[in-house]
């Protein structure tokens, strides 16, 4: 045990070395600091600073962390560098594992290419990237892209911010104060080839349940003379908890796409029904969708930290998902406000109609505003794929999201067109149902069918063995998330299939038929709403995110 003690304490630190060489006389009379833990020279072409970290000398002490905290002045519950814990190996012989970790300053950043307002920049010649706060609005989507967890929000100031490496301390030839700070020299600064990090990939965040590095590109490399066992895994793997809500973007996400769905089935009316009937009921679908619309558009600002900013959203629109999606949605709007205008008034349609080659002002008008309501509801499935979370990132996201937008939209205008018909021409009501009542029901039912059946599909993963993504996703929804579950595929079922069945079964003659269909489409539409914005919000709260787990 003596000798082992003597050993161990031959494990000095970096300033107790830098002082033994010293004494020794061994450094050059010109050097003024102690460069051991960064290079001795900047970055060349094609080049960038990167951390690399010594596993078998990581103790977990997280003197890292704290250093940086002090060095960034960060409030009392933020951390820029945290510490994991894997494990595994086997009974006999059990492996523990912590892993430190900050921004890995990725050759290809996630954060950067998904940033709308470009607060992020990889600086050429340090291949530093360095988040912008004065240019952040607080949207925080660099939080969903990034795979590691690394940009935190910071609410009091309405702006994501991360690690810069210490930018400041090496430029003036000092290291970061996480790699000061190690007792043991774990963490350095090392020079790495851009080249050979997407070449050899797999050499860099090489640590078991890390996300594969061929998505971002990351730089930090991770050594050990000790190979770890091939069933290492995070320390709460196994510990599940839901994601952030995210409010805001379920209204915005569920409004636009009953906003655009509502223009569809407009569309549909005006070829299926009279100019008469369709002159009374488009007027009341154009303004209600518009309405829906700018409702969707207007709870999307409170998801941003810094709303007066919001007019940066569309500046990193070559790169971002999130920048096509504001602007497709802006255009969308405008187009619809013209268009309710041109069906108000006579005199605006005249005036815009030589500019169409003199064709139908709103057939033409009612085209584009539904093709640009599309192109944004496409976008925002891309804004979700794009962050390459395996709940999110399949195609069964475009499906559920353009399925949300032609359920809600039909039966919003079913809703819309038999009340206006009860209150003006009740008698009316048979020849509605007849035109185009019966196929909306049908749709309807046989799409919110479809929709449910897909999603209870993530429930087959339960049986797996193998605790992947969509298994935690599933756990997630049927243990912390089981009442939410429950109330989705409860209000989906009554809205989308039960009262369509019982509108399709009414003798649409008999007494008081046209009160029980009109009470009956409005409560599909209202059970539909609820169960839409709860799977929305299961949509947010159940994704499974790929970071590895964090103590500190």
Known sequence: MIDESIDKAALIS?????????????????????????????????????????????TGCKACVTACHNENGLDEDETWRSVGLIQGGTTENPVIQHVTSACHHCAEPACMTGCPTKAYIKEEATGIVKHLDDQCFGCQYCILKCPYDVPKYNKKRGIVHKCDMCIGRLKANEPPACAKACP?????????????????????????????????????????????????????YLNLKPEHSHLPLVFMLVLTQLSVGTFLAEIILRKLIGSGLSAVLSSVHVWVALSTGLVALA??????????????????????????????????????????LCARSETIAQTLKPFLGGAAILDVMSHLVFLSGLIGVLCSVMVYRDTKRPFWDTNLTTIKFLMTMTILGFVMSLAISLACTMIQAPFLIPS???????????????????????????????????????KKTAVLMVRPLKNITLWRFALGTIGGILLPLFILSIDYYSPYAGIKIVISIWAAFVFLMAGEFLERYLFFRAVVPFHLTKTG
């Not at 830098?18 to 060349?44: A, N």
């Not at 020299?185 to 640590?207: E, L, M, P, W």
């Not at 029901?441 to 999603?455: A, D, G, H, P």
């Open 14 to 58: 970096a300033v107790e070395k830098f002082t033994e060489l010293h004494d020794m006389r061994q450094f050059d009379p010109t050097q003024k600091r102690y460069r051991e833990l960064i290079p001795s020279k900047v970055p060349g072409a094609g080049q960038q600073y990167a951390f690399e970290v010594d596993l078998d000398k990581c």
């Open 184 to 236: 043991t020299g774990a963490i350095r600064i090392t020079i790495v080839n851009t080249s050979d990090v997407k070449k050899n990939y797999q050499d860099f965040v090489n640590v078991p349940d890390a996300p594969a590095s061929n998505y971002t590109y990351p730089t930090t490399r991770y050594k050990s003379k000790h190979p770890l066992p091939t069933n290492m895994a995070s320390a709460d």
């Open 299 to 340: 709870a999307s600002i409170f998801h941003l930290g810094r709303p007066h900013l919001a007019f940066r959203a569309v500046l990193g629109l070559m790169t971002s998902w999130l920048s096509r999606e504001i602007l497709a949605f802006g255009i969308f709007a405008q187009l619809a406000v013209m268009y309710v």
């Open 432 to 470: 509605v149902m007849a035109r185009f009542g019966k196929m909306f029901c049908s749709i309807i039912l046989v799409l919110s069918f479809i929709k449910m059946t897909i999603e209870s599909t993530i429930f087959c993963f339960l049986k797996s063995d193998d605790q992947h993504f969509f």
